[in-house]
């Protein structure tokens, strides 16, 4: 107890030194922490960016649909999924989709199209639909025979909002699927080649005219949280079970983009690593000096009668004490800075918008290991590093370092 | 000053200990901006590889309107002015030439269709990656030019295997007329990527020719850099030289315009935490610094009291920093090169991440002259103006105060 009272005092006598000391470990976490927030925060918003214009975090389908996509190979009870996705509380948004191949033409001009139907409610929680929309509007919730065209498309048929597009394509029943939609809006989802053939329809319209009956060949959904996917998907799955349906997460049906983010959170950890292994090294550096400088000091306190094991937990307690302060004191500035980064971001150019996404800031990201990795490392250190110091302080013979200047 | 020059150099020296560790901890943080900075275009490359390298390639050439619907008939203008103009450009690696048609893939239990490329295979090995990555059979080893590669996913589809026979047709570049040929599959690859593995199959280039009547033409010319920027540079003058005459040359960037904003995200975060490394290594400087002054208050007060002036006491100060400078980026300097310098060449291999292959798996670090030039000056600078606040100090004790130390 008299160990810590005077660990303690000695931290405050010498103002400078511990003020110096203090400060290097202060920023040492502060700015590692700052790095590991920023590297989760990237991660998680470019994943969430990417997945939620458009592709989902999960995505549900007849279980051979990836492999041969078929007008036929459908999700036939797609009420049972509904029940399923409206009873997970972690389902933040989800929505169905028919896909199908067609010819549309307007005049003279004619080209293949992709048919997308889609719930015009439900995309715009999932997948943001509304903000894509570049020119006239979006569908309005009881529209039939409108059509949305991506931009490329609209602009190789030469179509504008008002005109009126023909489609031809076989339905699921083998039946010739022939109508007239009017288009009523533009959409640039910020894929050029997608936008060449993309031609949405209200999903109502769209199982009308390929004879789909309430069927649809995708269902995408979004997870409240980018960490709780997994968990998520396999809650899915059992909830599916004997339904002939597949569940996929992201990192499977958007393979390269996930080895790509596996690359990049890799690079970041490195990177973190140094960052961490430099603010090692100052601690290290801090504490041998301000031990080491101070050894006429142990030298009078061996002299007057403290016992060896007493120096050097003193020594120990001390350097612990300091760092202890600094974590707390860095922990508090870290919250603050990496909340503030996780709302707000920092911007670093003129905005582009992507798919009505901004894709300029980097953002942070408050999770335990913001605040452990950094604490735990300075910490061990701190101790490792008093060790050697203090064993050979304990060991000082009074006489000679007192004879130091 | 000659002298203040001589006393600084013998100051830290007599100290040994604490120079060591105070040079040794600036040295680290040097070796470890130079390190960082090579590994950062390490992984740039890595990230460019990873989106090009597979097949894509940093740059293409096409005839223009070609992307919009694979057209046959539209073929590279001037191809073998085109190709002498690639071979002596400064600018280019290595380059391939391509032919590529939709097509349909028939084997006895079903049919697919799929885009077939034709290939130089000797150098298309060195731009994509496809010979990496085959799984059974092998690369275009054998010497008949009926011998297919296809993906994992389209001989399961097509319930193939190695040996087995396929039909390709193909539409004619002239006329649409179909043209039929017999091949044997002789090796398959799979980059474990559907999409990948399911819709390409590659044959050679002469054989592609023939079948689509163009001889002697081709599609597509993909080509990698000397250097790696050069690709996402949109403005670089390599562009200009090659779209024209109604062809197009586009980089990576144009050709898959959503990976651009991604990797630039990730540039960025980038850029910060070697912003944070930078701050750290200022700070840590800062501090031996301050520290290894403010501990010698005494040595100065008896300096002051035997008579040196607050000028003299401050220039010695400031020489000592710049010596303990010098020491340190020597120090660093050696530190980071060798580390960088072996790591350069070695490369980093992460395992426990699912990639391809171990080749495509590993980071070089490069090493550029800029980064031996640019961060010791800056260590230099930042530590002598780190020295000036305690120099000021310093200069302004009271010799009296300073003696009457306590502990």
New interface residues.
């Given amino acids: 107890m008299l160990m810590l009272r005077v660990a303690f005092r000695n931290i405050f006598r010498q103002k400078?030194?511990s003020l110096?000391t203090f400060?290097?470990i202060f920023?040492?976490f502060v700015?590692?922490s700052?790095?590991i927030g920023?590297?989760f925060?990237?991660f998680n918003?470019?994943v969430d960016s990417?997945t939620r214009t458009n592709l989902g975090h999960i995505q549900i389908h007849e279980k051979d649909y990836?492999?041969?996509p078929a007008l036929y190979r459908t999700v036939d009870d797609v009420p049972r999924v509904s029940r399923l996705l409206g009873s997970l509380p972690e389902v933040e948004a989800w929505a169905p989709r028919c896909y199908a191949a067609g010819l549309a033409s307007l005049g003279e001009r004619t080209s293949g199209v992709q048919v997308i139907g889609i719930d015009p409610q439900r995309e715009n929680g999932a997948s943001r639909f509304n903000q894509k929309i570049k020119e006239g509007r979006v569908f309005r919730p009881d529209s039939s025979k409108e059509v949305i065209l991506g931009a490329g498309l609209a602009k190789y048929l030469k179509a504008r909002p008002g005109d009126e597009v023909v489609i031809v394509s076989q339905a699921a029943d083998g039946s010739i699927a022939n109508d007239a939609y009017r288009v009523v809006g533009l959409l640039d989802s910020?894929?050029?080649e997608s936008d060449?053939i993309a031609f949405y329809l209200p999903l109502k319209s769209a199982q009308e005219l390929f004879v789909l009956d309430g069927k649809a060949h995708e269902i995408i959904v979004v997870a409240r949280r980018l960490d709780r996917v997994d968990a998520l998907a396999s809650r899915i799955t059992t909830g599916l079970q004997n339904s002939g349906l597949s569940v996929q997460t992201w990192k499977e049906f958007a393979?390269?983009?996930y080895?790509?983010m596996?690359?990049?959170r890799?690079?970041?950890k490195?990177?973190?690593t140094?960052?961490l292994?430099?603010?090692a090294?100052?601690v290290?550096?801090?504490i041998?000096?301000?031990v080491?400088?101070r050894r006429?000091?142990y030298g009078?306190l061996k002299a007057v009668g403290t016992k060896p094991r007493h120096i050097f937990a003193l020594i120990l307690l001390e350097a612990n004490f300091l760092a202890l302060l600094a974590v707390a004191a860095g922990s508090a500035l870290s919250l603050a800075l990496n909340g503030y980064l996780a709302v707000h971001g920092?911007q670093?150019a003129q905005d582009?918008t992507?798919a009505g996404m901004q894709?300029?800031r980097?953002y942070s990201a408050l999770n335990v290991e913001v605040f452990a990795i950094p604490a735990v490392t300075i910490l061990v250190f701190t101790s490792l590093v008093a060790l050697f110091p203090a064993l050979k302080a304990s060991r000082l013979d009074p006489a000679r370092t007192m004879r130091m200047? | 000053m000659k002298m203040f020059l001589k006393l600084a150099w013998r100051n830290i020296m007599r100290n040994k200990r604490r120079t060591i560790i105070a040079g040794t901890t600036i040295g680290i943080g040097l070796a470890a901006m130079i390190f960082m900075d090579a590994l950062m275009i390490g992984f740039k490359n890595d990230m460019i590889r990873a989106t090009t390298g597979q097949f894509l390639g940093e740059g293409q050439i096409h005839a223009a309107g070609f992307r919009d619907n694979m057209e046959p008939a539209l073929t590279i203008r001037g191809l073998d002015g085109v190709v002498s103009g690639l071979r002596s450009d400064a600018a280019v690696d290595r380059f391939t030439l391509r032919v590529l048609s939709q097509a349909m893939l028939t084997s006895s239990a079903g049919v697919n269709s799929v885009v077939v490329v034709g290939v130089q295979p000797e150098t298309e090995a060195l731009i994509s990656q496809v010979d990496d990555v085959i799984v059974r059979g092998d690369y275009f080893k054998g010497s008949s030019d009926r011998e297919i590669v296809i993906g994992s996913k389209l001989a399961d589809l097509l319930e193939v295997d190695i040996g087995d026979r396929l039909v390709l047709t193909v539409a004619m570049a002239a006329g649409g007329e179909l043209s039929q040929e017999m091949f044997r599959v002789s090796g398959i690859y799979s980059f474990n990527l559907r999409e990948m593995d399911s819709s390409m199959a590659f044959i050679r280039l002469a054989k592609a020719q023939s079948l689509l009547g163009i001889d002697g033409q081709a599609h597509e010319i993909a080509l990698t850099f000397k250097n790696k920027m050069t690709g996402q540079t949109e403005t670089d003058p390599f562009w200009g030289r090659y779209s024209r005459n109604g062809n197009e040359a586009l980089g990576w960037v144009k050709l898959q315009p959503q990976m651009k904003s991604v990797l630039q995200l990730v540039q960025l975060a980038m850029i910060f935490l070697g912003l944070i490394l930078f701050i750290l290594v200022s700070l840590g400087i800062i501090n031996t610094l301050f520290m290894s002054i403010y501990e010698r208050v005494f040595e100065f007060g008896v300096m002051r009291a035997v008579g040196t002036r607050p000028f003299g006491l401050w220039r010695l100060i400031v020489f000592e920093a710049g010596s303990l400078a010098l020491l340190s980026i020597g120090i660093g300097l050696a530190l980071g090169f060798v580390v960088t310098f072996i790591t350069a060449q070695t490369g980093f291999n992460y395992r426990g991440i699912e990639f391809a292959k171990a080749t495509i798996n590993m980071i070089y670090p490069v090493l550029e002259l800029r980064q031996f030039l640019v961060y010791p000056l800056f260590v230099m600078i930042f530590t002598i103006l780190a020295g000036i606040y305690p120099a000021f100090h310093g200069a302004r004790l009271v010799p009296a105060k300073a003696l009457r130390r306590t502990m």
Wanted: no cysteine; net charge positive; aromatic share 12%.
């Fill in positions: 400078r030194r110096l400060l290097t920023f040492g700015l590692s700052l790095a920023v590297t925060g990237t918003g470019v990417f990836l492999d041969r910020g894929n050029p060449r393979r390269s983009f080895q790509y596996m690359r990049d890799r690079n970041h490195t990177m973190t140094i960052i292994m430099i603010v090294i100052g290290l550096n801090t041998l000096m301000a080491l400088e006429r000091e009078i920092i670093y582009v992507f894709f300029t980097v200047y």
